[in-house]
């Protein structure tokens, strides 16, 4: 029986909206922490997430 990766079911990407994405270019210095910690979690769960399903 195969497990269930709970990061896959309970999570999704992050995508920044306009706004966001204004607020991190008026204050780089603020935001940019944040920022790469969530693309560091897209990457881990695109990882984990995306691939194939075996079988």
Do not use: S
């Amino acid at each position: 029986m195969a497990t269930v990766d709970t990061l896959c079911v309970v999570t999704t990407r992050y995508h920044a909206t306009d706004r966001q994405v204004a607020a991190f270019k008026a204050e780089r210095a603020l935001w940019e922490p944040l920022v790469d910690w969530l693309l560091a979690f897209n990457k881990e769960r695109d990882k984990r997430c995306l691939q194939p399903v075996a079988g």
